[in-house]
């Protein structure tokens, strides 16, 4: 028997201003794209913002739907709008933030399983380059996590397809 581990290492920032200017801005887009959010059931907004290698930002904002599971996850409404207007294009960053009514949400939201495997499906389709992840709740701290599989160890990819 074998034991082994997986570590992963990831920032804390205490306010944006923490941020360089870069990654200041795509929360912000991702805080703006928060008024895009369709989310009548839930009233849980989800805002997320894309950085191109071409300097383009992408936003995307959770969808819902009346037919609850058709609801579409604001990470993977962006990444789909990436793939739709720029195909080729690397993905630098993403950033992620949420707001709801209900509470304070004053830590960092991760994105959900599904939207772990569509982040790292894309780092796969760009021969691995990796999409730093900038996390943050409606306000207090802000994590900056290095990759998307930093987020999905063992993740099952089209390697398993053959
Ligand atoms: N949601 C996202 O947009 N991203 C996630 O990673 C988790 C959940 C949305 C889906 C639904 O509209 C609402 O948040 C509540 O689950």
Redesign the pocket.
Known sequence: MKQKKITISYQVFHSIEELSVEDAQLLEAAKAALQL?Y?P??E???G?AVLLANGAIVSG????NAAYPM???????ALAAVASQYPDVVVKKMA?T?TTKHTDINEP????G??RQVICEKEDRQKGVPIEIILQGEKGDIYKLNSGRDLLPFAFDGDFLG
């Open positions: 959010s989310s059931y839930s849980f907004r989800v997320a904002a959770n969808q819902e609801c579409l996850c604001a990470e993977q409404v992620i949420v939201a991760s994105p959900c599904s939207c």
